[in-house]
């Protein structure tokens, strides 16, 4: 024999838990600010072997309306700005694995610290904000001059 008394108890339970549980699926999880293997910086940027100008060479070919994007962008800034930029790239590809690994750290979890960014706000933004763009280039910058000044003059 059915008992409808307790089914409808049964479904309110039900019905209860899982609105319980949507409730708490609903509530954000809490925030935290660590770099991942691709977060703020693409992994394949952080372990490549390739210089500077290898790698914006293959952007360039790989990725021409990123790259083309960037130097737009690149060529709207003041010299020193555009000196600065430069300098810091170079800087950070000098770095180690460890070193790029933790320059990607300090910068996901503290926002003053890349004293470059306040002065041009996309000025990594051709090696660090597209992990597609770093992984196409990654794949072939090898293939390109080590030493390229030429990457760094785009015609409009």
Same mark, same amino acid.
């Given at each position: 024999m059915f008992d409808h008394k307790r089914f409808k108890g049964v479904l309110r339970? +039900? /019905?209860a838990a899982m609105a319980v549980s949507? +409730?708490?699926a609903a509530v954000p999880g809490i925030a935290a600010a660590d770099s991942t293997d691709d977060y703020p910086i693409p992994n394949r940027i952080l372990k !490549? !072997?390739?210089t500077v100008d290898q790698y914006m060479a293959? /952007? &360039?070919d790989t990725s021409p309306v990123y790259?083309? &994007?960037y130097m737009i962008d690149y060529n709207n800034r003041p010299l020193d700005v555009q000196q600065g930029a430069r300098? &810091?790239?170079y800087w950070f590809f000098s770095l180690d694995y460890a070193g790029r690994r933790q320059y990607s750290e300090n910068t996901a979890t503290n926002v003053y610290f890349e004293q470059m960014a306040t &002065? *041009? +706000?996309n *000025?990594?933004?051709l090696f660090f904000n597209n992990k597609g763009v770093a992984a196409h280039a990654t794949d072939v910058c090898n293939e390109y001059p080590v030493s390229d000044p030429a990457v760094w003059t785009w015609m409009l």
């Amino acid at each position: 024999m059915f008992d409808h008394k307790r089914f409808k108890g049964v479904l309110r339970a +039900g /019905v209860a838990a899982m609105a319980v549980s949507a +409730g708490l699926a609903a509530v954000p999880g809490i925030a935290a600010a660590d770099s991942t293997d691709d977060y703020p910086i693409p992994n394949r940027i952080l372990k !490549t !072997t390739c210089t500077v100008d290898q790698y914006m060479a293959a /952007v &360039r070919d790989t990725s021409p309306v990123y790259y083309e &994007r960037y130097m737009i962008d690149y060529n709207n800034r003041p010299l020193d700005v555009q000196q600065g930029a430069r300098d &810091r790239i170079y800087w950070f590809f000098s770095l180690d694995y460890a070193g790029r690994r933790q320059y990607s750290e300090n910068t996901a979890t503290n926002v003053y610290f890349e004293q470059m960014a306040t &002065r *041009w +706000g996309n *000025w990594a933004k051709l090696f660090f904000n597209n992990k597609g763009v770093a992984a196409h280039a990654t794949d072939v910058c090898n293939e390109y001059p080590v030493s390229d000044p030429a990457v760094w003059t785009w015609m409009l």
